[in-house]
């Protein structure tokens, strides 16, 4: 299969292009596209069948279940059997946004989505090309991230392309996703609402919405079993072994540590902020930035670790951060990318 990569201008978006790619979906087969969180790989998610073609392109286990994507109310009605009152607040406050909710599922969705569960998770994407994408297909689009299952997920079409080129026939290119890291997801199929995934909408945003949201036991404590299937696999790991430091003396330490690697002859990549940086000239940098904007840390964060794969790097040295707000999102696929090979100084 030859993958063809379509740029589009999320301020004019080409009709053409768009009416391509709603056939494709219609016709049962992928499209890739961006959203405001990170790229997804799309397909019918009322098609039993093109849903198992996502599976299969991504290397995905079938007991993880995907993600509806919808553009309007309409659609959310026919996915699933009810909808308590935490979730419409929830819906009022951040759709279309970057949250996905996990709702009683109706008997329109297909068992491959769900991974034969009887919840479904739906979330309404904020980015104009996608929005306006679903719309054109006309039915909800069933998208995990475009990435080969385990890999850091795709920020850009050209990390799509790394992963996905010949299993999947188009690409819409839609420049850098604004957030980085994907959705946050809520469970609101039980009585109180549970954070299973963190993401751009933190704990403490959410719970100015809903008092009573909580977070997953496993978001709390390493030794707890994740309640969403996805969680518990081996998630966003670069090609690179990953060492993460936090704390005031984590520079120090990095500058350390990545003196001690290279005279190993490693390759040494390095990730912390702007104001350490320039200590590290001797080695493969990329910045998050200033410590005082975590939002363009989540932004990069995906992009730095490909990057680092890009140009071979043996080993990344990265400085995490703090677990509160945006923070917990981001060591929550920090974590996971360093195999938990964390370090508090
Ligand atoms: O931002 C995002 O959410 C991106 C973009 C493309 O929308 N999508 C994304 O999909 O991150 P994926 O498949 O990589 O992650 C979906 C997560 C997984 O951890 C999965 O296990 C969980 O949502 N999930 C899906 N359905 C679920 C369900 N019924 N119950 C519990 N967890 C569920
Ligand atoms: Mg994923």
Same mark, same amino acid.
Request: proline content about 5%.
């Given at each position: 299969?030859?993958?063809?990569?379509?740029?589009?201008?999320?301020?004019?978006?080409?009709?053409?292009? +768009?009416?391509?790619?709603?056939?494709?979906?219609?016709?049962?087969?992928?499209?890739?596209?961006?959203?405001?969180?990170?790229?997804?790989?799309?397909?019918?998610? +009322?098609?039993?069948?093109?849903? &198992?073609?996502?599976?299969?392109?991504?290397?995905?286990?079938?007991?993880?279940?995907?993600?509806?994507?919808?553009?309007?109310?309409?659609?959310?009605?026919?996915?699933?059997?009810?909808?308590?009152?935490?979730?419409?607040?929830?819906?009022?406050?951040?759709?279309?946004?970057?949250?996905?909710?996990?709702?009683?599922?109706?008997?329109?969705?297909?068992?491959?989505?769900?991974?034969?569960?009887?919840?479904?998770?739906?979330?309404?994407?904020?980015?104009?090309?996608?929005?306006?994408?679903?719309?054109?297909?006309?039915?909800?689009?069933?998208?995990?991230?475009?990435?080969?299952?385990?890999?850091?997920?795709?920020?850009?079409?050209?990390?799509?392309?790394?992963?996905?080129?010949?299993?999947?026939?188009?690409?819409?290119?839609?420049?850098?996703?604004?957030?980085?890291?994907?959705?946050?997801?809520?469970?609101?199929?039980?009585?109180?609402?549970?954070?299973? &995934?963190?993401?751009?909408?933190?704990?403490?945003?959410?719970?100015?919405?809903?008092?009573?949201?909580?977070?997953?036991?496993?978001?709390?404590?390493?030794?707890?079993?994740?309640?969403?299937?996805?969680?518990?696999?081996?998630?966003?790991?670069?090609?690179?072994?990953?060492?993460?430091?936090?704390?005031?003396?984590?520079?120090?330490?990095?500058?350390?540590?990545?003196?001690?690697?290279?005279?190993?002859? +490693?390759?040494?990549?390095?990730?912390?902020?702007?104001?350490?940086?320039?200590?590290?000239?001797?080695?493969?940098?990329?910045?998050?930035?200033? &410590?005082?904007?975590?939002?363009?840390?989540?932004?990069?964060?995906?992009?730095?670790? &490909?990057?680092?794969?890009?140009?071979?790097?043996?080993?990344?040295?990265?400085?995490?951060?703090?677990?509160?707000?945006?923070?917990?999102?981001?060591?929550?696929?920090?974590?996971?990318?360093?195999?938990?090979?964390?370090?508090?100084?």
């Amino acid at each position: 299969m030859i993958t063809k990569i379509f740029s589009l201008d999320k301020d004019n978006i080409d009709e053409e292009i +768009l009416n391509n790619a709603a056939n494709i979906i219609n016709e049962g087969n992928l499209v890739a596209f961006p959203t405001e969180t990170v790229y997804g790989l799309g397909a019918d998610g +009322l098609n039993d069948s093109a849903c &198992r073609k996502i599976f299969k392109a991504k290397g995905r286990p079938s007991d993880n279940p995907l993600i509806l994507h919808i553009s309007n109310h309409d659609m959310l009605y026919n996915l699933v059997d009810s909808i308590n009152d935490d979730a419409k607040k929830l819906i009022k406050a951040c759709w279309p946004g970057p949250l996905t909710l996990i709702m009683k599922k109706s008997s329109v969705v297909p068992a491959t989505v769900t991974a034969g569960l009887d919840t479904v998770a739906i979330r309404m994407p904020s980015d104009k090309i996608a929005l306006n994408f679903i719309k054109k297909a006309n039915t909800a689009i069933a998208a995990p991230s475009a990435n080969t299952s385990g890999k850091p997920s795709p920020t850009r079409a050209k990390d799509v392309f790394h992963d996905l080129n010949g299993k999947v026939p188009m690409i819409l290119d839609g420049g850098s996703c604004k957030i980085g890291i994907e959705s946050t997801v809520v469970d609101c199929s039980e009585d109180h609402p549970v954070i299973l &995934r963190p993401g751009y909408y933190t704990y403490e945003y959410l719970k100015e919405i809903i008092p009573s949201v909580t977070l997953d036991d496993s978001l709390v404590s390493d030794e707890k079993i994740p309640k969403s299937p996805g969680q518990k696999y081996t998630h966003y790991s670069p090609d690179a072994k990953m060492e993460v430091y936090i704390g005031d003396e984590a520079a120090r330490k990095i500058l350390d540590k990545a003196i001690e690697y290279k005279k190993q002859d +490693l390759k040494v990549g390095v990730l912390t902020f702007e104001d350490a940086i320039a200590d590290f000239d001797d080695f493969k940098t990329i910045s998050f930035g200033s &410590r005082e904007n975590l939002s363009y840390m989540s932004h990069v964060l995906f992009t730095a670790l &490909r990057e680092m794969d890009n140009v071979g790097v043996d080993i990344i040295l990265a400085e995490g951060v703090s677990d509160i707000d945006l923070g917990k999102s981001i060591m929550n696929r920090m974590k996971k990318s360093a195999s938990n090979n964390i370090f508090y100084l």
